[in-house]
């Protein structure tokens, strides 16, 4: 990938992600972290070249087989519940998608594992991690309705389809304390929740109204 490419000019430059990253600021994203964190990912690279120039609207957009990219206000209001507990070392993203959350999130935290049900959007993930230069991210073509088990506990788990109730198995590979951030409802409208696990089980906490694509079993 070009230099220039990652770099972007016009619709995709420097400026116009400052603009984006201006409006998050206007819509109550406080955290310094997760704006730097969005300003220094590219979101251009993470869709389809034909829709490059609407990369830095605060909306989400088509990636292929039915599914979307975040809108990015929505990337920086679930970045910032997570890191809200602390530094995380260890941290699992259900929904690996285009990536971008994913690049996003690896700017953060140690280690990240994402897990992604489509073969497709995983191999060009891959790809693009791998022109950024991010060396944290771990991608897994896996179902990830049943979570990671295999490198939990994890400091923070982040899901980025919706499953229409609290999948347990998820709650059980956060280390006490940790947080889940996700969406749970069904196809039309879902609540943004934060889990947190605790000693008898789970608190959770309503952040807001959000649409995601649904969580669905099996591979593809
Ligand atoms: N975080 C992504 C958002 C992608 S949309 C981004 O930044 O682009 C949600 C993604 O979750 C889709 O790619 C969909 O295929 C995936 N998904 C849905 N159910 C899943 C499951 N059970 N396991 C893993 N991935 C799943």
């Given at each position: 990938?070009?230099?220039?490419?990652?770099?972007?000019?016009?619709?995709?430059?420097?400026?116009?992600?400052?603009?984006?990253?201006?409006?998050?600021?206007?819509?109550?994203?406080?955290?310094?972290?997760?704006?730097?964190?969005?300003?220094?990912?590219?979101?251009?690279?993470?869709?389809?070249?034909?829709?490059?120039?609407?990369?830095?609207?605060?909306?989400?957009?088509?990636?292929?087989?039915?599914?979307?990219?975040?809108?990015?206000?929505?990337?920086?209001?679930?970045?910032?519940?997570?890191?809200?507990?602390?530094?995380?070392?260890?941290?699992?993203?259900?929904?690996?998608?285009?990536?971008y959350q994913a690049a996003v999130l690896a700017r953060l935290v140690g280690s990240l594992y994402?897990?992604?049900?489509?073969?497709?959007?995983?191999?060009?993930?891959?790809?693009?991690?791998?022109?950024?230069?991010l060396r944290n991210i771990y991608v897994k073509h896996r179902d990830g309705g049943m979570g990671?088990?295999?490198?939990?506990?994890?400091?923070?788990?982040?899901?980025?389809?919706?499953p229409e109730g609290i999948p347990l198995a998820l709650v059980r590979q956060l280390r006490l304390?940790?947080?889940?951030?996700?969406?749970?409802?069904?196809?039309?409208?879902?609540?943004?929740?934060?889990?947190?696990?605790?000693?008898?089980?789970?608190?959770?906490?309503?952040?807001?109204?959000?649409?995601?694509?649904?969580?669905?079993?099996?591979?593809?």
């Amino acid at each position: 990938m070009l230099k220039a490419h990652l770099q972007g000019i016009g619709m995709t430059s420097q400026r116009t992600r400052d603009r984006l990253i201006e409006r998050l600021r206007e819509e109550g994203i406080r955290s310094m972290a997760v704006l730097d964190a969005m300003r220094n990912t590219p979101r251009h690279i993470f869709v389809d070249e034909a829709l490059a120039s609407r990369a830095y609207e605060d909306s989400s957009l088509p990636i292929g087989h039915g599914q979307t990219i975040s809108q990015p206000y929505i990337v920086a209001r679930m970045t910032e519940e997570l890191l809200q507990q602390g530094p995380l070392d260890r941290v699992l993203e259900v929904g690996t998608g285009s990536g971008y959350q994913a690049a996003v999130l690896a700017r953060l935290v140690g280690s990240l594992y994402t897990v992604e049900r489509i073969r497709a959007l995983s191999d060009l993930a891959c790809q693009r991690f791998r022109q950024l230069g991010l060396r944290n991210i771990y991608v897994k073509h896996r179902d990830g309705g049943m979570g990671l088990p295999e490198q939990a506990p994890f400091d923070a788990i982040m899901v980025t389809a919706a499953p229409e109730g609290i999948p347990l198995a998820l709650v059980r590979q956060l280390r006490l304390g940790g947080t889940l951030v996700l969406p749970v409802g069904d196809r039309k409208t879902q609540a943004l929740l934060r889990v947190t696990r605790t000693e008898e089980g789970y608190d959770k906490e309503f952040l807001e109204q959000v649409v995601f694509v649904p969580l669905l079993g099996g591979l593809s």
